[in-house]
């Protein structure tokens, strides 16, 4: 199950800000990170590649189609999204707002069917939110909020998953957990494409795309030197890159 993403250069302009700059991307198979300052454009490069932002110029395929031209409901199909808010209100319990994730498979009368539930109680065991199932959405605490919306998107079983932010309220045992899953998707198929703000997670991502200003300053696999310089760079020398017990680290540098 796989689908290949492609943005060639793409500029959106939101307001008077120009978010993007002749951007192309064109995600792997595999666990990609979008890392970057504040007002880089990550989000909305992530926003442009799920659709949901038009770009001004330049286009994005998916399958050598034109997102455009996607139905919505087939575009749904093969692009699972998690926004960096989720809505958290409403009277739907957890393991409803998770079979929400079938609506692209089922249509809204569609029957749900046994594997159907089984996709819906095997996503959120994978974000380990199992034991949330028959509590409500607004009644949760903000991490387990964002597992079940994790939940969700996985959910669709789509083979591209794009999730902004998709560690926002959890701890560190879940943060760690999500780590782990987002790798065992990255080695069935799938791809992946995340924008994260915590650098030492953005680093066991496959590959990173460095954005400053609009631009991709730098695209490459999490062991390339010049991706760490371009990392130091682009957050104006605070931070430095180290290997530590064969993982690599982005520290702050204090000592600048």
Known sequence: MTAVLRAEHVA???????ALRDVSVAPQVGWSAIVGPNGAGKSTLLRTLAGLQQPDS????????????????????RIAWLAQQGDAHGELTARE???????PRLGLFGDVAPADEALVMQAMEATEAGGLQRRRLAELSGGERQRVLLARALAVDAPLLLLDEPTTHLDPPHQVALVRLLHRLASEGRTIVSVLHDLPLALQA????????????AEGS????????????????AIRVERFGGRWLALPDLDR
């Not at 959106?12 to 120009?18: A, D, E």
């Not at 330049?58 to 749904?76: E, I, K, N, S």
């Not at 707002?97 to 609506?103: E, K, M, Q, S, T």
């Open 222 to 237: 999490r062991d390339d030197p010049a991706l760490h310089r371009a990392l130091v760079d682009v957050f104006g020398g």
């Open 206 to 217: 496959d590959r990173l795309i460095v954005m400053l200003a609009g631009r991709v300053h």
């Open 58 to 77: 330049g286009h994005v395929t998916l399958d050598g189609r034109a997102l455009a031209d996607w139905p919505p409901r087939q575009r749904a199909v």
């Open 97 to 103: 707002i998770v079979r929400l994730g079938r609506l």
């Open 12 to 18: 959106v302009r939101l307001g008077s800000t120009q």
